[in-house]
């Protein structure tokens, strides 16, 4: 079974707009952690920013937040203010606690429009 | 402090050639791992090393791909011999869960495997 569902492969958003992507994910641990992962053309996996199941807030780094639905286990990516150089393809991942092992999802590729 | 280290960058061989890749994880990290990301497609877990142990190969080809990390620092991927389907970006990734306990992976630049 798929631990991390991607559903949008590919979206456009314009230039200073915000953009959600999305994600959701399946387990039955009660600690886990969420990350985001932003891959631009060259190939590099970048990490953008993490959730952990315990945390209570919503995790935000600068212009990139996680919407974190626990219940919905779903754990967004808002981008606000979109700019060109974020073009690229974007990664949700999740950590096992228990023996460090990570899921990725099939990603989003994300179009910024000038 | 550098990065995760991998070589080559690129590689072009023909199907039943073999190949081998090199990852140098950041000092100190006692989890790798090696990841096969084919063109379009999220990252693949091929196996994962505790220092010099084997934690996970349960998606390792093992009839094709190996993979050792002996004195658990670097390691090397290889394919003998390789097909078509393994054309894709081999990544190497590393955590160090006392510097950075949320876990995070830190990911090499990878290897680009076209197969002919």
């Known amino acids: 079974a798929q631990k991390i569902t991607q559903t949008q492969p590919g979206m456009f958003v314009q230039e200073k707009e915000a953009v959600t992507l999305d994600c959701t994910y399946d387990t039955s641990d009660q600690s886990y952690g969420l990350f985001w992962y932003k891959q631009p053309s060259s190939g590099e996996m970048i990490f953008l920013i993490y959730q952990g199941s315990y945390d209570e807030q919503n995790a935000t780094e600068g212009r990139y937040s996680l919407n974190f639905q626990k219940a919905r286990k779903s754990a967004n990516l808002v981008i606000s203010a979109s700019q060109l150089g974020d073009s690229a393809m974007y990664f949700c991942?999740?950590?096992?606690?228990?023996?460090?092992?990570?899921?990725f999802g099939s990603g989003t590729k994300l179009n910024v429009k000038p | 402090e550098a990065g995760v280290a991998q070589s080559p960058r690129y590689k072009i061989i023909e199907k039943r050639q073999s190949v081998a890749f090199w990852c140098n994880p950041i000092?100190?990290?006692?989890?790798l791992y090696w990841y096969q990301q084919i063109l379009g497609q999220g990252p693949k877990l091929l196996i994962q090393?505790?220092?010099?142990?084997?934690?996970?190969d349960s998606q390792l080809p093992k009839d094709r791909f190996s993979a050792e990390r002996l004195k658990g620092v670097d390691s090397t991927l290889k394919i003998q011999p390789a097909k078509l389907e393994d054309s894709a970006v081999y990544l190497c990734?590393?955590?160090?869960?006392?510097?950075?306990?949320?876990?995070?992976?830190?990911f090499g630049p990878g290897t680009r495997l076209t197969v002919l």
């Open positions: 991942a999740m950590r096992e606690i228990n023996f460090n092992k990570f899921y």
């Open positions: 990734a590393s955590i160090n869960l006392r510097d950075t306990p949320r876990g995070e992976q830190f």
């Open positions: 090393f505790q220092n010099n142990g084997v934690v996970d």
């Open positions: 000092s100190g990290h006692a989890t």
